[in-house]
């Protein structure tokens, strides 16, 4: 009987949300495998054609030769299996605690769909070989997640008062004889909460070293305050935090390491100047000066928008002369003259929007309290708090970032940490971005990437194990 055309629409459409599904699937299984092993698109292709592979070739293999198709289909399930488990705890470049729970639920969904599926086709076939292949990969999953529980460390919930601000963290405590030394996460710009650092921490944790995360003031359990106040009042939290816990018996006062990403490398020099037992810094994709990080960043931003490079460089032309005439407070007739002939060309409303330029009525007056707030920030660098460091110090930095000036930051610390004689060590990851990760689509600018993302090979073991060997040499 030949099919209705209703019919043959209902069928075309369910086998392009099958087929959706399992791609779907087989892109974060890849992503996964990419993560676990630190090897970029050739992992990816890997974990994505292995998964794709025990779902659509094994179960007609078990079709035709049903013995053989159930031994590849547990064996090829049996890896990806193990994939996911190494990277929900081992290297994905996001919070561990997110992973583990996204974990949980995939797992028992497909757990409950696949028992469904085995009940509908009891007298076997392709539906029945994938179910109880989706039955043993969850079943992975969720036995990882348990056994995980019985870590290298034991977890401690944390707080400590700074001020008005009360914050609430988790230290992670290696098991065996203390004191340890410890690591303090500091975050990044903008809200963030401490499991972001939980994939980091958790390997400096069996290492045996204990790792403080915190979720940022203002942000999560954390209360007081704004995620996006000054470098000052976020380095006085770091302050607190470290002392707090310095007057612990369990924790090596004098072994302290401060891990700093993206905005953190400034906040952690900052705390790490009021500190006494800082040991080690390990700087993560730092910037140094915050004008030129920012002016790069926006640059960027307005290159992404659709700005030519000869717009973009007369926007920071001007940039350069109102931060002048704040610094002087000479020329003002004519940096207005400028500005206003400039706000007729199409760039210029871009620049206002993207913080780089002010509009002519908005330029203070040297003396305005406004004026001498912006400068304070934007001429701050971070090699003055660093030259009062004279402890170890790792900087690690990703050449395709978008957001602080990759080269020219690595050589100006390698050069002052050099000159100062420091014990130090820039490593340079030419694929990975900011925050060392290495995008499929190339560093996302001024929006949401397209994952995966990993990071490269070597960067978790190279960092991890430097602090580790620093804080208990």
Not at 107 to 124: D, L, P, S
Not at 213 to 221: F, L, S, V
Not at 232 to 246: E, F, K, T, Y
């Amino acid at each position: 009987m030949t099919a209705r055309p209703a019919e043959r629409v209902r069928a075309a459409v369910w086998t392009v949300v099958r087929a959706s599904g399992w791609l779907l699937l087989a892109y974060v299984v890849g992503w996964l495998v990419a993560a676990a092993t630190s090897t970029g698109r050739v992992g990816f292709v890997v974990g994505a054609a292995g998964l794709l592979a025990a779902v659509v070739v094994v179960p007609r293999l078990g079709d035709r030769w049903p013995l053989l198709g159930e031994r590849l289909l547990r064996a090829s399930l049996l890896l990806a299996g193990l994939a996911v488990l190494v990277a929900a705890n081992r290297n994905t470049p996001v919070g561990l605690a997110p992973v583990r729970w996204m974990a949980v639920v995939l797992a028992t969904a497909a757990m409950v769909v696949a028992m469904a599926a085995v009940v509908r086709e009891r007298r076997g076939g392709s539906t029945a070989w994938r179910a109880w292949g989706l039955l043993v990969l969850a079943g992975l999953v969720l036995t990882g997640v348990a056994v995980d529980g019985f870590a290298g460390y034991r977890t401690e919930a944390v707080a400590v008062t700074n001020g008005d601000v009360r914050l609430r963290g988790t230290l992670l405590m290696p098991r065996g004889q203390p004191p340890f030394p410890l690591v303090a996460f500091v975050h990044g710009a903008g809200p963030e909460w401490g499991f972001m650092s939980r994939h980091l921490a958790d390997r400096i944790a069996r290492e045996g070293v204990a790792a403080l995360m915190w979720d940022k003031r203002g942000t999560g359990a954390s209360v007081g305050g704004s995620p996006r106040d000054d470098f000052a009042a976020l380095a006085s939290d770091v302050v607190a935090w470290v002392g707090h816990l310095q007057g612990r018996g369990d924790i090596d006062g004098d072994r302290i390491g401060l891990w700093g990403s993206s905005e953190g490398p400034w906040v952690a020099a900052l705390a790490a100047q009021q500190l006494d037992g800082v040991a080690a810094l390990v700087l993560i994709s730092p910037g140094v000066g915050f004008g030129d990080t920012l002016a790069y960043q926006m640059g960027w931003e307005m290159r992404n928008a659709g700005y030519s490079d000869a717009q973009i460089d007369r926007a920071l032309v001007l940039n350069r002369r109102v931060n002048d005439y704040y610094r002087s407070g000479h020329g003002r007739t004519v940096l207005l003259a400028e500005l206003r002939a400039a706000t007729d060309e199409e760039w210029y409303a871009a620049a206002v929007d993207f913080g780089l330029l002010p509009l002519p009525n908005d330029v203070t007056e040297p003396n305005d309290p406004q004026t001498i707030a912006h400068l304070q920030q934007w001429d701050f660098t971070l090699l003055t708090p660093l030259a009062d460091h004279d402890g170890p110090v790792l900087a690690a930095v990703g050449l395709q970032d978008r957001t602080v000036p990759p080269r020219a930051g690595a050589d100006a610390i390698e050069t002052a940490l050099a000159g100062a004689g420091n014990d130090h060590r820039v490593l340079r990851y030419p694929q990975a971005g900011h925050m060392i990760v290495v995008w499929l689509t190339g560093e996302p600018v001024g929006g949401p990437g397209i994952p995966p993302l990993w990071y490269p090979a070597g960067y978790v073991d190279e960092t991890t194990g430097w602090l580790a060997d620093k804080l208990q040499g």
